[in-house]
């Protein structure tokens, strides 16, 4: 099939690339030149495990297009997916003008009938705002051409997001027309061979899943972090909490881990705009409301604990940090934890030394220049002369590191570990103090 993916960010190089894989003929677009001449090059803008490869592949075997060419764009595809940013808008709900910038575009140069796919997450009802701004977009030309408004949310997890296009869980489908279905159906058999799993629905159900999915997920995290700061003051372990209730499969082993809060992309906005839906509507979301200020609280929750340790004052104290980027396999620093617990060391007078894998470039992106904050070459040069290690993301290369070089590097065998991932007994065995979260 003939596809266009609007936007080569996140999503949509992702789905491109993927679609491509599986044989399509896919041209991506974005506004962005260097973007563009990046990719024609073999170079990818994101770390994500898998992609480049995948990108270079398709593009040598003549599947896999970048253009900045609108029109050029247009015409390729009966397919037109939209794989564009919707950022916050400063009230917390979704700013949808990249969106509507490229439904005007297809609308300004379609000629044939197109499946107009949304895949940025966008709240309920925004099928409805593609469709009239194509429309407008024919009725200037006073054009007549068929086409259908689909919503597709995507369900990738960064690091881990070529992995789910290839093999989701579901495919949530959005549209009433017949036709657009089909070919829907058609595009995502390749990804669901085994099991029907292409759930078909009316477009603003498909839109609220996403949020929804996503406001479920952030809700079990929130309420684990929650009883983690009960478990510590009750004497008991989250950890082995965890476990007991995992086995219940109606809970369920996942997305059940404590940490230092959620970030990225997705949650944190994903949250705020939901809690705005529900303003709009005259309804306030109670849950959803304390998740997102338990997961303010939970971001102190570290630094919380540093404090208690060493007092208020941090001034002449060095931090080794061990993970900037907000979680594992990325370099991504939206919304990360490690931002809100770094500036609060170093508002408290201490110096920090940050290692990541490979978010450094990007945190120091972020950060710009702030006094204080150093970055280490190794994760054991972080540790040379630091008061104590603190652990923000659960990189693997982190799980099993060399006790003692720990011991023999910071100035006293001390870990402040936001992700649980040392045995309290193990770590007492070698006389470390450690600090977990929710765990005696
Ligand atoms: C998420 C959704 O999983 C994905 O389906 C959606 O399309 C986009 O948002 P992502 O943002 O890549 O994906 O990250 P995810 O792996 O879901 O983690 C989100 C945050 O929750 C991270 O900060 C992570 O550290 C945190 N988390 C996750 C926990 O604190 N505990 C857990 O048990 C799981």
């Not at 989701?168 to 990804?191: C, H, K, Q, T």
């Not at 931002?339 to 978010?359: F, H, M, N, Q, T």
């Not at 220049?369 to 659960?394: C, K, M, N, R, W």
């Amino acid at each position: 099939m003939k596809v266009t993916v609007i936007g080569s960010g996140y999503v949509g190089l992702v789905s491109g690339a993927c679609l491509a894989e599986m044989g399509n003929d896919v041209m991506c677009l974005d506004v962005d030149e260097r973007k563009i001449a990046m990719l024609k090059d073999g170079r990818i803008p994101i770390h994500e495990p898998g992609l480049q490869e995948m990108v270079k592949r398709n593009a040598a075997a003549g599947r896999l297009h970048f253009t900045t060419d609108v029109a050029a764009a247009v015409h390729h595809g009966t397919m037109q997916f939209i794989g564009v940013g919707t950022p916050p808008d400063e009230d917390g709900s979704a700013d949808l003008q990249y969106v509507l910038a490229a439904a005007r575009g297809i609308g300004r140069h379609m000629t044939d009938y197109k499946v107009v796919v949304d895949k940025s997450t966008v709240p309920v009802g925004t099928g409805d705002k593609v469709e009239a701004a194509i429309r407008e977009e024919l009725a200037v030309r006073g054009a007549e051409v068929q086409f259908a408004v689909v919503s597709n949310p995507e369900f990738l997890k960064e690091g881990a997001a070529v992995d789910d296009f290839m093999r989701p869980d579901r495919v949530i489908v959005g549209a009433d027309d017949e036709r657009a279905v089909l070919l829907m159906r058609a595009l995502y058999s390749p990804f669901t061979r085994n099991r029907e799993r292409v759930l078909i629905m009316d477009r603003r159900s498909a839109e609220f899943t996403k949020y929804a999915a996503n406001a479920m997920l952030a809700t079990r995290i929130s309420f684990m972090n929650e009883l983690a700061l009960l478990a510590e003051r009750v004497g008991a372990d989250i950890e082995r909490v965890r476990q007991g209730i995992g086995s219940d499969p109606r809970i369920g082993t996942q997305f059940l881990y404590p940490g230092v809060g959620y970030g990225g992309s997705c949650f944190p906005k994903d949250v705020k705009a939901l809690l705005h839906t529900g303003a709009q509507n005259g309804m306030d979301l109670k849950v959803l409301g304390a998740v997102e200020a338990a997961n303010e609280r939970q971001k102190m929750v570290l630094v919380d604990k540093v404090v208690a340790r060493f007092g208020e004052d941090l001034s002449g104290r060095q931090f080794a940090l061990w993970g900037l980027a907000f979680k594992p396999d990325t370099d991504d620093m939206r919304e990360a934890p490690s931002r809100v617990i770094v500036e609060e060391l170093v508002r408290r007078g201490a110096s920090v030394k940050a290692y990541d894998p490979v978010a450094m470039t990007e945190a120091k992106r972020v950060f710009g220049i702030l006094p204080g904050l150093g970055y280490a070459e190794s994760q054991a040069a972080a540790l040379q002369g630091s008061d104590a290690l603190l652990i923000v993301t659960e990189w693997r290369q982190f799980k099993s590191p060399d006790f003692e070089q720990i011991k023999t590097l910071l100035k006293q065998p001390l870990v402040f570990d936001g992700r649980n991932l040392y045995d309290p007994e193990l770590l007492k065995t070698l006389g470390v103090e450690y600090h977990a979260i929710g765990r005696p």
